[in-house]
């Protein structure tokens, strides 16, 4: 195996062949009054949405001590549990003195 290759076999090597250009027209050998017309050989890509991962934590929420309680629900744009917990927390923290993790779903 030759240990010294020129730039051209590594780029060949790591990234193929060299495809085929779009043929190049020669202005000289056309006449002036043809109009020549390329289409591009690009095909464009379809924008997709984007889809953002979202949890839904359930929270039981209150200002007294084993007293009255609601349910607070929170979305969080995250696939992390623990990320989702801790921000659904600390809103809720907010307004809230006593607050307990009910569950963690995914949307």
């Known amino acids: 195996m030759n240990a010294e290759l020129t730039e051209e076999e590594m780029r060949r090597a790591l990234f193929g062949g060299a ?3 779009a043929p190049v027209i020669d202005a000289l050998a056309q006449d ?3 109009v020549v017309i390329i289409q591009s050989t690009a095909k464009k890509k379809k924008v997709t949405k984007a889809f953002t991962p979202r949890l839904r934590v359930t929270l039981r929420v209150g200002n007294e001590f084993e007293g009255k309680t609601q349910e607070l629900v929170h979305e969080a744009d995250t696939l992390s549990t623990l990320l989702a917990e801790q921000e659904a927390t600390r809103a809720a923290r907010k307004k809230f003195r006593f607050v307990e993790v009910v569950s963690v779903k995914p949307m």
């Open 19 to 21: 495809e085929p250009l």
């Open 32 to 34: 002036t009054s043809d």
